[in-house]
């Protein structure tokens, strides 16, 4: 911001000299203020993740608060590097040396007071973007201190204020949830209600993973025995894409599955049916018995499947069978 | 092990020890070929041993060769590999109480011909050049891999390269930029330079120099070998538990990343101690030259943070060979606590790479704007600032990984705060172009191009340190855009325009103009048309390190490796240049073509052996351009006594 005020300061001697830092500083203001307005007016609605769900929606303004705030620095500094190579350029034949100005106390004062009031800015900014929309949509660890509002219960049901927990399980390669208060039922697909607090709960069986719903602006990384807990709230239906970001192996670039929002009639059909289907089918029975964090060695074993070596799972292993949880 | 300081001669013409090496015929000195012998030797016995000791130890049933073995066969490689090259020579001959051969100390320093380069020399001239060398290879290699990575990203799903291969190459590709880059500055011109910018003779420990670099040849090789094993899955950091569950390739990974760990601490060593104690008399830490400043704070953090990474290498390995359980978290380890002791490492390695640049550049913007450097203790705060700073800011690689989240604002606030120290960096440029007369030499165009690169770099960190934006940012192509602006972008275009810029000096050769121009113009074009789209495609949800993204990001997918591509070609240019200028065209520059102050460049080319035939007075800083009475930087030929004077203690402070 205050790149400008450099030439300025150091001006006064140079009175022949066209004056550059007023120069310099009528440009600057004319670009930052249309680049800040071009940003703010039309770029931020088209600026991602989207506003689909609440810290979607922080984690946008967060993005287009910040480009504000950059783009007046971007434009200062190569405003002055532009003008310096137009004006300052050696003519040919031109052997001299410029003067000799060893520095300016007015000047760096100027720029290291303006650096740390942008730096303080964008800290009590960031600080309260993280603390209100409870932790922005990031992981939280087992015992987060930024909460949403949401009352807990053992039933989810539509139209009031229950908190919907999601544990979200990651395992070489692939994305398992399970509703814990649709009787610990599974499903490979990320259904959600629309308007509800959402507490997702995530952990891994093997390896670290990141969970990543960028429509809903969540990202937590997925440890094993670690229970990582990250909120928001859907503020629109429709679909939106789980990917993994952290790398996990050889075919991380293949795990995702997707999801969607939905009215929260709609999600309690789901899930019931869901629910009862598993049930009759005898995989809720067969299911390790639900945990805010899993610990692989004392998950029953089902079948064959287990391949465990030294008490840590190699990379063949899985605990599910490919049938299992059934897919709705 | 210390070497007495060369006396001062009395007549200076010569006198020095007659032209070692003569008589003997390269193959029957120590060198390349010995030590590339008994580092084979030294591998099958290793392998042997360890399939001795660890031949119960399996791993996993699903791995059908032993780890110890290898690691084992990596130790005793590069063991041979040291002996081989005759680096504990002396060290033996000690050991057996003989007198060392004069020519041991001063091996290399005035041999003739290229043999030298292939040997452990003592010269750090020599050893600089070793380095430039070996440090164009490395950053070829790792260029090639990205070129293969490039071409896997045509298309939205795998089509060249498996799975396995793809993460091998992506692997490969970042650990050789990351962990031998971290010396494309400081070995070439760090050790070449800078015991001649500070006036000195020589540098404090000229044989943990010389293994510094060699060092990195076995790391290199180490780390290709990998390629052989199906590589490693985890990329260049290595995450556990992942790093514990892949096959054989992951300890090729942690051993040379440990091994070039050992390197960079004995430069950090040899850097720190020959700055304190070697300057000239003059040379006083305010006329330090802006380069040597970087030089000194990056030995620091090599010094205090590689140490760290050393710890967590030797440790995975450990829990991939002896079966403990550091990083297992159902054996009580914690694969946080790998994470921690990377990014305590990895984020002082990402200064280790940045601060060589910044001195770099530091010292060709003064030269070429024809200016005193604006705020020179505004930039060396600056530098000083940085590399403190970076110690604290770790965790905000982990901001969404689940370890200590009420931490996050603090390390919000210092990544903030690293900005004002880098700041500085730019305010200094900013005060040094006002009103100067700019040369649009080579190196200057790189000097720029680093500045433009870096601003965005460094404008998009502030991205990545605020946690609701990097929730959508972090582990994204974002971020993969962000470093490499800032290493790339910085270190690397630093990197081309210490060659340019310093070159002559080193080989009294200077490369051809017109390519280096068409060499600046494509990569810095290429560059950016490259990652650029990089910022929008992380921001699109396109994750790092997947060979499969969604159908909608394939225009701009091929868009990038198309520019990657002829970014290659960029670099391909130079490669023409380097190996055309320095074989067949060999245009000669042996003077002071950009007539700079600074010290190096009183000097003759090449400079002689011993670099200053006095040990020169510093009487000026090395950036008084535009004063027409400017005192020389130095005095090179004091009359007898003044060294002696400047040296002796002052009156009152007698020891005893």
Same mark, same amino acid.
């Given at each position: 911001m205050n790149s400008s005020d450099t030439p300025a300061a150091a001006d006064a001697s140079a009175s022949p000299e066209p004056r550059h830092g007023w120069r310099l500083f009528s440009i600057w203001i004319v670009l930052s203020v249309a680049a800040c307005l071009v940003i703010w007016f039309v770029w931020y609605p088209h600026m991602p993740p989207g506003r689909m769900s609440s810290s979607a929606a922080s984690e946008q303004f967060d993005i287009a608060v910040l480009s504000v705030s950059a783009a007046p620095v971007i434009i200062g500094v190569l405003l002055y590097f532009v003008y310096a190579i137009v004006v300052w350029r050696a003519r040919p034949g031109d052997e001299g040396d410029g003067p000799p100005i060893y520095g300016n106390t007015k000047v760096a004062a100027t720029w290291i007071i303006g650096t740390t009031m942008i730096v303080g800015w964008l800290f009590i900014f960031g600080t309260v973007e993280l603390v209100v929309p409870a932790g922005a949509g990031a992981g939280e660890g087992p015992s987060p201190i930024f909460k949403l509002a949401g009352t807990q219960a053992a039933a989810w049901t539509p139209g009031g204020s229950d908190m919907l927990q999601v544990q979200v399980i990651g395992q070489q390669w692939m994305w398992t949830y399970r509703y814990p208060q649709f009787g610990g039922m599974e499903s490979t697909v990320l259904d959600l209600p629309v308007n509800t607090p959402i507490e997702f709960h995530v952990t891994s069986l093997d390896v670290i993973h990141s969970f990543w719903a960028y429509k809903l602006g969540v990202k937590a990384d997925a440890n094993p025995d670690v229970?990582?807990?990250?909120?928001?709230? *859907?503020?629109?239906?429709? /679909?939106?894409?789980?990917?993994?970001?952290?790398?996990?192996?050889?075919?991380?670039? *293949?795990?995702?599955?997707? /999801?969607?929002v939905l009215s929260q009639s709609a999600f309690q059909t789901w899930a019931a049916g869901v629910q009862s289907k598993e049930h009759s089918e005898g995989v809720l029975a067969a299911l390790p018995t639900y945990a805010l964090t899993y610990d692989p060695t004392v998950i029953p074993q089902l079948g064959k499947n287990i391949v465990q070596v030294d008490g840590i799972t190699g990379a063949a292993g899985y605990y599910y069978g490919s049938g299992d949880p059934v897919t709705p | 092990m210390a070497i007495e300081i060369q006396p001062e001669r009395a007549d200076p013409t010569g006198g020095g020890p007659a032209i070692i090496g003569a008589g003997r015929p390269w193959w029957r000195r120590f060198g390349v070929h010995t030590g590339l012998i008994v580092a084979v030797a030294g591998y099958f016995l290793g392998h042997w041993l360890g399939n001795f000791l660890g031949g119960g130890y399996f791993r996993s049933s699903l791995a059908d060769t032993n780890d110890v073995a290898l690691v084992l066969g990596y130790a005793g490689a590069t063991i041979g590999w040291l002996v081989g090259l005759g680096v504990f020579n002396d060290l033996f001959l000690m050991l057996a109480g003989k007198p060392l051969r004069e020519e041991s100390r001063l091996l290399g320093v005035q041999e003739p011909g290229p043999a030298k380069y292939f040997r452990y020399t003592l010269d750090h001239k020599v050893v600089g050049i070793q380095y430039l060398y070996g440090m164009i290879v490395y950053f070829l290699t790792g260029g090639l891999f990205a070129m293969a990575i490039r071409s896997e990203l045509l298309s939205p799903t795998y089509h060249l390269m498996g799975p396995e291969q793809y993460l091998m190459v992506v692997g490969e590709h970042g650990t050789m930029m990351m962990m031998m880059m971290s010396s494309v500055v400081l070995g070439p011109f760090g050790q070449y330079f800078g015991p001649l910018l500070i006036g000195s003779k020589r540098v404090a420990f000229p044989r943990l120099e010389a293994l510094g670099f060699w060092l990195t040849v076995p790391s290199y090789f180490i780390l290709l070998s990998a390629v052989l094993m199906g590589g490693?899955?985890?990329?260049?950091?290595?995450?556990?538990?992942?790093?514990?569950?892949?096959?054989?390739?992951?300890?090729?990974?942690?051993?040379?990343?440990?091994?070039?760990?050992?390197?960079?601490?004995?430069?950090?060593?040899?850097?720190?101690?020959?700055?304190?104690?070697?300057?000239?008399?003059?040379?006083?830490?305010?006329?330090?030259?802006?380069?040597?400043?970087?030089?000194?704070?990056?030995?620091?953090?090599?010094?205090?943070?590689?140490?760290?990474?050393?710890?967590?290498?030797?440790?995975?390995?450990?829990?991939?060979?002896?079966?403990?359980?550091?990083?297992?978290?159902q054996l009580g380890g914690s694969s946080f606590l790998y994470e921690d002791l990377f990014w305590f490492f990895g984020h002082?390695?990402?200064?280790?790479?940045?601060?060589?640049?910044?001195?770099?550049?530091?010292?060709?913007?003064?030269?070429?704007?024809?200016?005193?450097?604006?705020?020179?203790?505004?930039?060396?705060?600056?530098?000083?600032?940085v590399g403190l700073m970076s110690f604290l800011v770790w965790q905000h690689h982990l901001f969404d990984s689940g370890i200590n989240p009420d931490m996050r604002p603090l390390f919000m606030l210092t990544t903030e705060v690293i900005s004002i120290p880098t700041g500085f960096i730019f305010l200094v440029a900013m005060g040094t172009f006002w009103k100067a007369r700019i040369?649009?030499?080579?190196?200057?165009?790189?000097?720029?191009?680093?500045?433009?690169?870096?601003?965005?770099?460094?404008?998009?960190?502030?991205?990545?340190?605020?946690?609701?934006?990097d929730t959508t940012e972090h582990g994204s192509f974002f971020v993969m855009?962000?470093?490499?602006?800032?290493?790339?972008?910085?270190?690397?275009?630093?990197?081309?325009?210490?060659?340019?810029?310093?070159?002559?000096?080193?080989?009294?050769?200077?490369?051809?103009?017109?390519?280096?121009?068409?060499?600046?113009?494509?990569?810095?074009?290429?560059?950016?048309?490259?990652?650029?789209p990089l910022f929008a495609l992380g921001m699109m949800g396109m994750p790092r390190r997947v060979f499969e993204y969604a159908r909608s990001m394939e225009t701009l997918n091929d868009w990038v490796s198309i520019s990657a591509f002829c970014l290659g070609v960029s670099i391909l240019i130079f490669v023409i240049n380097f190996v055309m200028s320095m074989t067949f065209w060999r245009e000669a520059e042996v003077g002071n073509p950009w007539r700079a102050r600074s010290l190096e460049w009183q000097l003759p080319t090449?400079?002689?052996?011993?670099?200053?035939?006095?040990?020169?007075?510093?009487?000026?800083?090395?950036?008084?351009?535009?004063?027409?009475?400017?005192?020389?930087?130095?005095?090179?030929n004091p009359p007898p006594g003044v060294i002696g004077a400047a040296y002796a203690p002052a009156s009152g402070r007698v020891e005893g």
């Open positions: 229970d990582n807990v990250a909120y928001t709230t *859907a503020k629109a239906t429709g /679909g939106f894409e789980v990917r993994c970001s952290e790398l996990c192996g050889i075919w991380h670039g *293949a795990m995702y599955n997707s /999801g969607t | 490693f899955p985890t990329g260049w950091t290595g995450y556990e538990p992942l790093a514990t569950q892949a096959t054989q390739g992951e300890d090729a990974y942690f051993f040379a990343f440990g091994l070039m760990g050992i390197s960079m601490i004995l430069a950090g060593f040899n850097m720190i101690v020959t700055i304190i104690n070697y300057r000239a008399p003059g040379m006083r830490w305010s006329r330090l030259p802006a380069f040597v400043w970087s030089m000194f704070t990056v030995s620091f953090l090599q010094v205090l943070a590689v140490p760290v990474l050393v710890g967590a290498c030797y440790m995975a390995l450990m829990d991939r060979t002896f079966q403990t359980a550091f990083f297992t978290n002082p390695e990402v200064y280790i790479l940045a601060l060589p640049g910044f001195g770099i550049i530091a010292e060709i913007i003064s030269v070429f704007c024809r200016k005193p450097l604006f705020g020179y203790k505004v930039s060396v705060a600056g530098m000083v600032g040369r649009f030499s080579i190196p200057m165009l790189f000097a720029l191009a680093f500045y433009f690169n870096f601003l965005i770099g460094g404008i998009s960190g502030v991205f990545l340190s605020d946690v609701p934006a855009a962000h470093f490499h602006y800032t290493i790339m972008g910085g270190l690397i275009f630093a990197f081309f325009a210490g060659i340019y810029y310093w070159l002559p000096k080193m080989t009294g050769i200077k490369l051809n103009e017109r390519l280096g121009k068409i060499q600046f113009w494509t990569m810095f074009i290429f560059f950016n048309t490259t990652f650029l090449p400079p002689p052996p011993e670099n200053f035939r006095r040990v020169p007075v510093i009487l000026a800083s090395p950036y008084d351009y535009g004063i027409p009475d400017a005192l020389p930087v130095a005095d090179f």
